[in-house]
């Protein structure tokens, strides 16, 4: 059965000190709080992914994630940071596709299907975030980008590395915004994702992929998210930065 997964995007926030401290505060809730089989990740900033690492040895439910790589393995891409070199220091996770990583550089379907590729190559596991804008929402071409985006940029693996991928829906118009898409909205979408999925991959394949929501969720709209038939679990931005928040939206499933 798939997993129930609680993952925070620190995004651009948190120096290095209050990275660790947050995180040794997001461990200890952890442990102590949260219980059945639910996997909490965080995605920091590369600066903290070693230490985070360290940190999180022996609890787990708890993970390490990046929030970016590039598709190259090595070369000469000043500034970037190849998925072997996280794999090199045991981080677990990494987010491809976000919509700011779109948005702000530019990053299209083609290019994250050879992100995609290269961070399974190297045994990470992705979370690919797929969503569309509140136009796309309002001219209702939702499902269509929706699709495209997951077809264009995981379609071509196979079902064995398909199955390898998180999936998370994140409306761009619910992130950041305190604007959350209702559970039936989430729902609705997060259902038709699936049957996309087993339409190329079976519904094996489909049944055990994890899909997220993320936009604007908090400790008071998670239960009620998660109670959602295909959702499951979520991508927390802006209270993912608050260890009480965080941990206590992955209790959200500590009734289920
Ligand atoms: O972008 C997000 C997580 O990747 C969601 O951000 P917020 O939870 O701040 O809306």
Known sequence: MRKKIVAGNWKMNKDYNDGLALFSEVINMVKDEVVGDLKVVVCAPF???????????????????????????????????ST??????????????????????????????KKTDAALENGLKPIFCIGETFSERESGEYFNVVKSQLAEATFHLSADGFSKLVIAYEPVWAIGTGVTASSAQAQEIH?????????????????????????????????????????????IGGASLKSRDFVDIAKAFNSK
């Open 191 to 235: 259902a038709f994702i699936r049957k996309e999925i087993a339409a190329k991959y079976g519904q094996e394949v489909a049944d055990n992929t994890s899909i997220l929501y993320g936009g604007s969720c908090n400790p008071k709209n998670a239960e009620e998210l998660f109670s959602q038939a295909d959702i499951d679990g979520g991508l």
């Open 47 to 81: 600066i903290h992914l070693n230490s985070l690492v360290g940190l999180g040895k022996g609890y787990d439910k708890v993970s390490v994630g990046a929030q970016n790589a590039h598709q190259e393995e090595a070369g000469a891409y000043t500034g970037e940071i």
């Open 84 to 113: 072997s070199m996280l794999k090199s220091i045991n981080v677990e996770y990494v987010i491809l596709g976000h919509s700011e990583r779109r948005q702000y550089f530019g990053e299209n379907n083609a290019l994250l299907a």
